[in-house]
């Protein structure tokens, strides 16, 4: 059963559609930031622009290792996973990555093929849960969007490791 998240009463001032972006750009962001691998490194985040990576994932390496091409997906599901966490419709795919197509190049065998869409349902869900049990950071990266219109990786790590402090603070 998915919980839909609302938005909280203090958000209200925001422009609704301002929150939302943010909120569904920071999902994707604090994704790639918890799966510390190389082509999931990224350079900065933006309002306007998404999340923008170091590096493109290469083919052949996401076909040779399903762990990689998993946790790649999964990023590139975030802002989709978000959506539906928020119970609102998942937006189009403004730049990011593309999680079908890159599924897509990586599945080789017609077997696997068959099932794309089971596989991108599960991969979203473990998005979802993932998303779930660390919304706070969403949240904060989210409004650091909001505030400044960009974070560079060293901010956005650190406004993820003070929502996780906090939570461990008021978690013991």
Same mark, same amino acid.
């Given at each position: 059963?998915?919980?839909?998240?609302?938005?909280?009463?203090?958000?209200?001032?925001?422009?609704? +559609?301002?929150?939302?972006r943010s909120v569904l750009i920071a999902?994707?962001? %604090?994704?790639?930031?918890?799966?510390?691998?190389?082509?999931l490194r990224f350079v900065c985040v933006a309002l306007d622009g998404g999340v923008t990576f170091a590096a493109q994932p290469h083919p052949q390496a996401l076909a040779m290792n399903r762990g990689l091409l998993e946790d790649v997906v999964l990023v590139a599901l975030g802002r989709v996973a978000a959506a539906r966490l928020l119970a609102v419709v998942p937006p189009p795919n403004e730049g990011g990555r593309d999680a079908r197509a890159l599924l897509a190049s990586a599945l080789t065998q017609p077997e696997e093929a068959e099932v794309q869409e089971a596989y991108l349902a599960v991969l979203e869900a473990r998005a979802r849960a993932t998303l779930r049990r660390h919304w706070?950071? %969403?949240? %904060?990266v989210a409004a650091g969007l909001r505030e400044h219109?960009?974070? +560079?990786?060293?901010?956005?790590?650190?406004?993820?490791s003070c929502a996780q402090g906090i939570r461990r603070t008021l978690l013991n």
């Open positions: 059963m998915t919980k839909a998240f609302t938005t909280p009463a203090h958000q209200t001032q925001i422009a609704p +559609d301002l929150y939302l999902a994707e962001a %604090v994704l790639a930031h918890l799966h510390p691998r190389a082509p706070a950071e %969403v949240e %904060v219109g960009t974070l +560079d990786a060293q901010a956005t790590a650190h406004r993820i």
